[in-house]
């Protein structure tokens, strides 16, 4: 929480019209200021320094300068430990000049212009003509304290927040980073307290009042102050690039997972560490931010291990050690001075250096601060940390002079940030930096040598298992895949022998030959079969070993690299197993249904042995089995010669594919050369000729090869004459093409494949599309779709129609439970007349309800006892599905349908609608069909919707939905 110190502010209607803060919960003393005429003030800001030694020379310093009659901020550098002359020093301000805020801190050095102080108590008084102070003091230095000052400054005329904060134990970061928040155009200047580099304990002041924690803020006030935050650091990264991997706040324990102090003491030598945090203030961490350069310098060290900087980390953060050089640094200041003295007039500077900085620099620490004293009156400490305020944000530093220029004079500009990054330095080359920067270059290139190594590693351990072993043959690693795959941890395999891995005799025999090969630098291949911890005991590695050397060529290590191909020659046996006939070995039929599929086959013929059943019944099973090995030897001998292909198909049936160019006469020549030969050379089993007649069918064409070589075969079966071969076209014969499709309708029923696709139909008012009409497919084993054109007249007048209807009804309801919306489907004369069928659906609405149904009656023409129809309909609408008549218009009697089926829809055929663009006719039958429909309370689709044309005319002409291709394909759910 916040508390009020001295606020001393003019008259915020007479001074400078200083606007109030929005919260105004603070009491404020108002007071007149003399004329500056009284005076003969100079009209703009000044700065006086005093070096504490008596109270009367406090007095005599006050009256030499008029401060009585002044106006303006304090700020006390105290670089006494103790605080028993300061509360003294304290009380006598506050009574010779109440007209004053004042803030101050505890130090490790005080800046008096050119002077560098050690433990004194030095007081500098700024004296402001149109520009008023206050003071706060928050014990809370967390993100939320910080945001509520921010929060009540936001919208006042405040110009400069001074900030010094206790950061020994706390972490001022918080706070400032909250201020910047809710105030990120106020510029914030100021540091952390220090007590002469001994890290132990720090205060800081507000009005009489000393604080040993929390943040003291001065606040002023103008509209006419110009404030210019200024900083300097020229610390250059040195070395490899670090990551923070374990912190909290501002205390740091580990640096790419190992302690943060065995990091320094491994990159800087061990006497480092032996007096923390002094021992390693000149190697202060370095990191980007924003695109500023921040130092982070060690104020102390944990009891845990970690160590306490001047500012917060955060995990994942990028950090090296910085170096400095000296004469790179004076150059610097030579140049930022320089610039500032070219710059707006200053009427005084604030500076606060880092006491990290003073240790290194040492003597030189003067040489650079001096030259900013020539630029205007100059104060400031040396800080355990800087407060500098950049784009918005406000940062903790290190290692830096933070430093601001306020003016009251000259005309009002705003505030400008200035920073080291805008200063080409032309220092002359050292020792120092070309050793730094042949350090920098070989730590380039070793990064990315490390980050090249990196990715090639982790592309590695992604693709491949990965092992190694000492020249011994002890395992000293395995990679993440090689567990996960495996089943063992690293534990588990740790200082094994690598043979111990593997299963086989022959496996460690392999690898023992293949030692002396690796011992010799040459490289080994190898299947290996690995042990596993997993149910199967074992995975198989597709290996490669190599050795590694070091540069005198000796052995160092060896390297396996393999991959899983356990499921891949799983795999290749299933497919083996599968394309080959185990019985017989030949090529099954799920190789010949491969082949039909990727070569180019015209012609092909099935064998098969007539009354098979018959014979296993007789001889039994497994004399069954020897005929059919029997027979596939006599088929595959003499099939050989002639390039034919033999396949087993089932049971006692076989496949045989000619080369290309064979003709159909000498394959049938060639079959009737197999019946010759089991004339002659009949088969015969433990001595008893078993009778062998074949029957035989050819095909030949460009598609449907098997089902008409099936249909051939069954010809040949059903012909007595058992020479005859029948041969069958797939290009011709409609009879033939009836009976594939018959067998093709039937198959695709047993096996599942009569499936639906469903097309939208978009209403034509809201453009809402939840509703689709399914349309029955048949899917072919290679998952290729055949529409209803080409199979659902044949099937029409056969047993396999009804069952086809059964598919797409229960198609339908899946689609309306799952998507949740209307369906249509089509319902023929053949359906309603069929009893079986109508008590189905009755059972099917029964159980799942009609409400999103629509049925429609298509070929109306056809319907001759509409009585059945209205039973139908009546059935469907106690469930409250709806009826639709399909293809209205397309016949002369379809209008008085319309009073005998009472229909929901009406569906103009889709001929009419197609031609209303070109044919005047077919539009006014359009229009004329909707607005019967609409008297009538029937609701209109339009179908072969095929372009946007058509689609805005039937909306204009009143069509309830719109369906074509213009709305949507047809497509499986």
Request: proline content about 3%.
């Amino acid at each position: 929480m916040f508390i009020t110190g001295a606020e001393i502010l003019a008259d915020p209607l007479r001074a400078a019209n200083i606007k109030k803060p929005a919260n105004n919960a603070c009491t404020l003393t108002a007071f007149r200021l003399p004329d500056d005429s009284d005076h003969g003030f100079t009209g703009f800001m000044q700065l006086y320094n005093h070096r504490f030694t008596t109270p009367g020379k406090l007095r005599d310093f006050a009256d030499s300068h008029q401060l009585q009659a002044r106006q303006g901020l304090i700020q006390i550098f105290s670089g006494d430990t103790s605080t028993d002359r300061l509360h003294s020093v304290l009380a006598e301000l506050q009574q010779l000049l109440p007209t004053f805020t004042v803030i101050g801190t505890s130090t490790s050095g005080e800046i008096d212009g050119d002077h560098l102080l050690e433990q004194s108590l030095l007081i500098s008084f700024s004296c402001f003509e149109h520009s008023q102070c206050a003071v706060r003091f928050s014990t809370d230095t967390g993100f939320q304290a910080g945001k509520t000052l921010g929060t009540e400054l936001r919208h006042s005329n405040a110009k400069l927040v001074i900030a010094f904060g206790n950061g020994l134990d706390q972490d001022p970061a918080q706070f400032l980073s909250g201020l910047a928040t809710s105030a990120p155009q106020l510029c914030v200047a100021g540091g952390s307290a220090a007590d002469n580099a001994r890290y132990q304990s720090t205060y800081v002041i507000t009005g009489t009042d000393v604080h040993t924690s929390g943040i003291a803020v001065a606040i002023i006030y103008s509209d006419v102050l110009r404030v210019h935050s200024h900083y300097t650091m020229n610390w250059t990264p040195i070395g490899t690039e670090m990551e923070v991997t374990r912190c909290a706040g501002n205390v740091v324990y580990e640096l790419d997972h190992q302690p943060v102090i065995n990091r320094y003491a491994y990159y800087l030598g061990t006497e480092v560490t032996r007096d923390i945090p002094q021992s390693i203030n000149a190697f202060p961490l370095l990191t980007h931010y924003d695109g500023v350069m921040q130092a982070r310098d060690t104020i102390g060290q944990t009891q845990d291990g970690g160590l306490l900087y001047a500012g917060s980390f955060t995990p994942g953060q990028k950090v090296r050690f910085g170096v400095a050089d000296v004469n790179n640094i004076l150059a610097r200041a030579q140049q930022l001075a320089q610039q500032i003295k070219s710059g707006p007039p200053s009427d005084a500077i604030y500076m606060y250096s880092c006491t990290g900085r003073k240790a290194f620099l040492q003597e030189h620490i003067a040489d650079e601060l001096s030259v900013f004293s020539d630029c205007a009156p100059m104060a400031g400490f040396f800080t355990y940390g800087e407060y500098f305020h950049h784009s918005g944000s406000n940062r903790v530093l290190n290692i830096t002079n933070t430093f601001v220029t306020l003016s009251e004079s000259g005309t009002l500009n705003e505030t400008a940030e200035h920073f080291q990054t805008a200063l080409p330095c032309h220092s002359e080359p050292t020792v120092l930096k070309s050793l730094t920067h042949l350090i920098n270059t070989t730590a380039v290139e070793l990064r990315e040598i490390q980050k090249l190594s990196e990715q090639y590693k982790f592309a590695l351990d992604q693709a491949a298992i990965v092992a190694k072993c000492n020249p011994q043959g002890k395992v000293t690693y395995i990679n993440e895949k090689y567990r996960d795959i495996s089943g063992y941890d690293t534990d588990a395999v740790y200082g094994k022998d690598l043979t111990d891995l593997f299963l086989d005799d022959d496996d460690r025999r392999s690898l023992l030959d293949a030692w002396q090969d690796l011992n010799s630098n040459s490289v080994w291949r190898g299947t290996l079969k690995a042990r596993s911890n997993n149910a199967r005991g074992y995975f198989d590695i597709n290996c490669m070993a190599f050795p590694i050397t070091n540069s005198e060529g000796e052995l160092t290590e060896l390297i396996g690299i393999g991959a899983d191909i356990t499921e891949f020659l799983y795999q290749q046996k299933l497919i083996h197993e599968q394309r080959t006939d185990p019985l017989t070995g030949l090529p099954s039929r799920a190789r010949l249904l491969e082949d039909l599929k990727n070569r180019d086959i015209t012609l092909l013929a099935l064998v098969d042995v007539r009354s098979f059943k018959s014979i296993n019944d007789y001889y039994g099973i497994g004399i069954g089995d020897e005929l059919i090995c029997k027979l596939a030897a006599v088929l595959n001998q003499l099939s050989v010669r002639e390039h034919i292909v033999c396949y087993r198909l089932y049971s006692a049936g076989f496949a045989c594919v000619p080369p290309a160019g064979m003709s159909i006469d000498s394959l049938r020549l060639h079959l009737q050369e197999i019946t010759a030969y089991l004339d002659k050379n009949p088969i015969t089993i433990d001595d008893e000729v078993i009778d062998t007649e074949l029957a035989m069918g050819i095909s030949t064409g460009s598609s449907h090869l098997m089902a008409m070589a099936e249909a051939a075969l069954q010809q040949a079966k059903q012909n007595r004459e058992h020479q005859q071969i029948p041969v069958l076209h797939s290009d011709s014969h409609d009879h033939l093409k009836n009976q594939f499709w018959l067998r093709a309708v039937k198959e695709a029923l047993t096996e599942q494949r009569i499936i639906c696709h469903f097309q939208p139909i978009r209403d034509s008012k809201t453009g809402q599309q939840n509703y689709y009409e399914a349309l029955v497919r048949l899917q072919e084993k290679d998952a290729n779709i055949v529409p209803p054109a080409a199979f659902l007249d044949i099937i029409k007048k056969t047993r396999y129609y009804p069952l086809v209807t059964r598919e797409v009804v229960l198609a339908a309801i899946r689609a309306v439970e799952t998507r949740d919306c209307h369906v249509s489907l089509n319902l023929s004369a053949e359906d309603i007349s069929n009893e079986k069928t109508m008590a189905f659906i009755h059972d099917q609405l029964r159980a799942c309800g009609g409400d999103k149904l629509i049925f429609e009656i298509t070929e109306t023409e056809s319907v001759r006892d509409y009585a059945q129809v209205r039973r139908f309909i009546d059935m469907a609408k106690q469930f409250n599905a709806r009826i639709s008549i399909d293809d209205f218009g397309s016949g002369y009697s379809n209008f008085s349908h319309l009073v005998e089926l009472q229909p929901d829809f009406i569906k103009i055929d889709g001929a009419i609608v197609s031609a209303i663009l070109t044919d005047h006719k077919s539009l006014l039958v359009t229009e004329s069909i909707i607005d019967l429909a609409h008297k009538i309370g029937a609701r209109v689709v339009a179908e072969f919707v095929s372009d946007e044309v058509l689609e805005n005319t039937l909306t204009m002409l009143g069509a309830d939905f719109l369906q074509g291709y213009a709305i949507g394909k047809p497509q499986a759910f």
